[in-house]
């Protein structure tokens, strides 16, 4: 936003400078050939008066002298014109040579005999290199004997424009500077609260919904925004902590009654026969008790897990050093195999709560809910962004899930029809994707491994997170 607000105002500015700037540089052109002009209409003038002299009297030695002397001086080819355009005093041989480059000469001599002075140029730009011509009738009315005329150099003249030009520019970029410098800083000032409210709203993203925006700098307007997202956030953070609070509470209130209930229900188990159909109840209670039980456990571990909203880096190779061994005895302990495929030196941002427990609780799962024979564990570097990502898979070539079911298998307390007799809430993969997410990162669900009698394939848990740089 902040370069966005240079960009439209350095714009206008330099518009308005240009607004001003151009027309005063085109008066200043304007005016310095205008003084070239009239200084030559000045000369020619008086060569006129004393050209009209010089024809009718015949003597026109000190005429042609001082027209030859006049070109010398100043280096202008001034010359007298009989009516058939002929030069009869002057310097005959520079006057050609000048006028061989001017194809306006001849319609400015003949408006000159037929007793019409001529007009200033408008080719005055620097970029235009015509010389300017001034021709003057010698006589008056009908009585008009030859002309005057001078071809004069204007490569000086649009020199001391560009000059004044360079001059003028140079004092339309102080402001500009001084513009440049000034907003910098005041529109950083002016769009501080503004850029404090976006990393504010950043940080709560990431989870940390104690963070507020500061109500007490900037323009009246955004103080009064950022009050505002503070009461909200107040609203939202309260609802959050009672709904975790509720869960906590609940969960901890249930646990004593259910501890009773079962403890009821096995005191019952003596007073049983073993064949009876009160036996085969009893057991479905039981059953059913340990599956709340389980239920209870795993919503206070998803309430505890979703207070921790602090994401940061973490050596990979550090992680796996402290659980790789007792993955490997779980997975021999349910006839399974391990194997692990992770380059050395892969540093990432782990999710709230830990990269070890999502990996736990992905590994976990392929040893439980599969049937299958070899589970792999992979890492790989993804290019992209600041310093790319990391991706991590857990595949095993089990029985796996099919396209719907993984569709739904990141829903909390969804569960395989398949996987209802084995122990579990369906909690662990939902609160593992939210956790993943909360480290800006995406837990997906694929296809794992073929499976070894080509029936297809097996499960895949990939998470991905943001890499960090050494």
């Known amino acids: 936003m902040h370069r966005r607000l240079l960009v439209v105002l350095v714009p206008l500015a330099v518009l308005l400078v240009a607004a001003l700037g151009v027309p005063l540089g085109v008066t200043v052109a304007e005016r310095e050939m205008q003084e070239v002009y009239v200084d030559r209409l000045g000369d020619i003038d008086r060569f006129a008066s004393?050209?009209?002299?010089?024809?009718?009297?015949?003597?026109?030695?000190?005429?042609?002298?001082?027209?030859?002397?006049y070109h010398e001086l100043y280096g202008i080819p001034a010359a007298v014109l009989d009516t058939s355009g002929t030069v009869l005093l002057g310097p005959a041989g520079a006057y050609r040579d000048a006028?061989?480059?001017?194809?306006?000469?001849?319609?400015?001599?003949?408006?000159?005999?037929?007793?019409?002075?001529s007009e200033p140029s408008g080719e005055w730009a620097p970029w235009h290199d015509s010389a300017l011509v001034v021709a003057e009738p010698v006589g008056?009315?009908?009585?008009?004997?030859?002309?005057?005329?001078?071809?004069?150099?204007?490569?000086?003249?649009?020199d001391r424009v560009l000059v004044r030009w360079a001059r003028l520019a140079g004092l339309g970029l102080l402001p500009l500077i001084a513009l440049v410098a000034v907003a910098w800083p005041v529109s950083a000032w002016v769009l501080r609260p503004v850029r404090e409210l976006d990393a504010a709203t950043s940080r709560i993203s990431r989870g940390d919904l104690r963070t507020r925006a500061d109500a007490e700098a900037g323009?009246?307007?955004?103080?009064?925004?950022?009050?505002?997202?503070?009461?909200?956030?107040?609203?939202?953070?309260?609802?959050?902590q009672r709904q975790r609070a509720f869960v906590s509470d609940a969960s901890h209130q249930l646990r004593n009654p259910l501890t009773s209930l079962r403890l009821a229900v096995e005191s019952l188990e003596p007073h049983l026969s073993p064949a009876g159909d009160g036996r085969q109840v009893y057991d479905v209670a039981v059953e059913e008790m340990t599956a709340m039980q389980r239920m209870l456990d795993a919503l206070q571990a998803?309430?505890?897990?979703?207070?921790?909203?602090?994401a940061s880096p973490v050596e990979?190779?550090?992680?796996?050093?402290?659980?790789?061994?007792?993955?490997?005895a779980l997975a021999a302990t349910a006839g399974e195999t391990l194997t692990v495929d992770v380059p050395p030196g892969l540093r990432l941002l782990e999710p709230p709560g830990g990269l070890g427990s999502v990996l736990d609780e992905l590994i976990s799962n392929a040893l439980r809910l599969s049937d299958a024979r070899a589970v792999e564990l992979s890492a790989r570097v993804v290019p992209g962004g600041a310093a790319g990502s990391?991706?991590?898979?857990?595949?095993?070539?089990?029985?796996g899930l099919d396209a719907s079911e993984r569709a739904q298998a990141l829903w909390r307390f969804w569960r395989s029809p398949r996987h209802q007799n084995v122990s579990g809430t369906g909690l662990g993969l939902a609160i593992c994707a939210d956790l993943v997410g909360a480290a800006g990162g995406e837990l997906r669900l694929e296809e794992g491994l073929p499976r070894p009698d080509g029936s297809g394939h097996g499960f895949a848990a990939v998470v991905t997170l943001p890499a960090c740089r050494p």
């Open 302 to 310: 998803s309430s505890r897990m979703e207070s921790m909203r602090t």
């Open 316 to 328: 990979l190779d550090a992680v796996l050093a402290t659980r790789l061994d007792r993955w490997r």
């Open 140 to 158: 008056r009315d009908s009585e008009v004997v030859g002309a005057v005329v001078t071809i004069s150099d204007l490569s000086k003249a649009r």
């Open 390 to 399: 990391v991706v991590v898979a857990v595949r095993d070539d089990g029985r």
């Open 50 to 69: 004393l050209a009209e002299t010089a024809l009718s009297t015949g003597r026109t030695e000190a005429l042609d002298q001082e027209l030859t002397r």
């Open 99 to 117: 006028a061989r480059s001017e194809p306006a000469l001849p319609r400015i001599v003949t408006a000159a005999l037929a007793g019409a002075r």
């Open 219 to 240: 323009p009246a307007e955004l103080r009064r925004l950022a009050d505002s997202f503070n009461t909200m956030m107040d609203a939202v953070e309260n609802a959050v």
